[in-house]
């Protein structure tokens, strides 16, 4: 209670206990109130524990001046309540060319092809929306140092017996009235390293969750494409699979130079599979990347994804494999060249 809080007309407390009457009381008005004996029989207080005395509001201000501060009541913030807004359970464009500029980043950059698909059932667990998504992160971070670590068995008196690798992931959540809230994940692991990282997985989750929970809750998929542009292929093909939440009336805008701005139905462009049906959902972001294919790591190499260029017939082409590879030989070329301009130094 704050001092301001006190009305500045003139009142009195008849009929209260003197000695239970002190600065830290004073400072809980409710106990106060309590303890008056207003409207009382005054036979009940006759017998010589009570006596009647007038309390002014100025007796109250000038006892709250000089109590100690710990006695003073303070102000406490709940914590709301509420429950948090809903959101529809439909991708925007922009949240579906996150995950698109990622994957393609990834290609360009180091070659890098999504070769798992994992599928997480939160509902199968037995947790809301807000705990999946909780746990998804915690999950994803874990898994980033599994693979930073390494995956190969260490062997004492062996030093870096294990290469890591940096995970690369990205991440879409859906929500269905069949299967319920899960989440999908495409992520790129080491070569042979599938069948550890489900083992770890689901020790981790359950590890997480605190308690065990269905073998169909989580479901790990290869990548079995034989070829590069089998790979690929797969790859893309999983991303439009994720993608098949984007809104009906999303669309894509570009400016020509020449013809002005145009715009076209952005699924029509992706080409997603076909869309669901599905209930709002109570989290603000529905897909995510990892930090090494952010926005900020394209920015930092200067990267202009298919997308941004509105190379539309080049969307699915895996042309940034080839890419790579002009850079990676164009890197190597130079690096020959330096040591051979050092070694010809005289």
């Known amino acids: 209670m704050k001092c301001d809080l006190l009305d500045d007309d003139p009142w009195a407390i008849t009929e209260i206990r003197a000695p239970d009457f002190s600065a830290a009381q004073v400072a809980a008005p409710a106990a106060t109130q309590d303890s008056a004996l207003t409207d009382e029989d005054p036979a009940r ?97 874990k898994a980033r140092h599994w693979c930073k670590v390494g995956t190969k068995p260490r062997q004492r008196r062996v030093a870096n017996m294990r290469v890591g ?10 929500n269905d009235f069949g299967r319920g809230f899960h989440s999908h994940i495409l992520l790129y692991l080491p070569d042979g390293a599938c069948k550890r990282f489900e083992a770890w997985s689901r020790e981790a989750l359950t590890h ?37 939440q984007l809104r009906r009336d999303s669309k894509i805008y570009w400016r020509d130079s020449e013809t002005g701005i145009h715009e076209a139905w952005a699924r029509e462009v992706i080409k997603p599979w076909r869309i669901r049906e599905s209930p709002p959902i109570p989290l603000k972001h529905l897909t995510g990347v990892s930090r090494n294919m952010h926005v900020g790591a394209r920015r930092n190499d200067r990267y202009v994804s298919r997308w941004d260029a509105c190379l539309f017939d080049e969307f699915y082409s895996g042309n940034e494999m080839s890419e790579w590879r002009q850079r990676v030989e164009y890197e190597r070329r130079q690096k020959n060249y330096q040591e051979l301009i050092t070694t010809l130094q005289i």
Not at 165 to 174: P, Q
Not at 213 to 239: D, H, I, Q, S, Y
């Open 208 to 244: 997480v969750v605190g308690k065990p929970f269905p073998k169909e809750a989580f479901c790990l998929r290869p990548n079995r494409g034989k070829t590069e542009r089998g790979r690929v292929g797969v790859a893309w093909t999983w991303f439009r699979y994720l993608s098949k």
């Open 45 to 141: 207080v006759d017998d010589g524990s009570w006596s009647i005395t007038t309390v002014t509001a100025e007796d109250v201000r000038a006892a709250w001046a000089t109590a100690p501060a710990e006695a003073r009541s303070k102000s406490v913030t709940k914590k709301s309540t509420s429950p948090k807004p809903l959101r529809p359970a439909y991708l925007t464009a922009p949240e579906v060319q996150k995950v698109y500029d990622a994957m393609s980043y990834a290609m360009w950059k180091d070659g890098v092809v999504m070769n798992s698909h994992v599928i997480i059932m939160w509902s199968m667990m037995g947790l809301s929306e807000a705990e999946g998504d909780k746990i998804l992160h915690d999950y994803l971070e």
């Open 165 to 174: 690798r940096k995970l690369r992931y990205v991440w879409v959540h859906e």
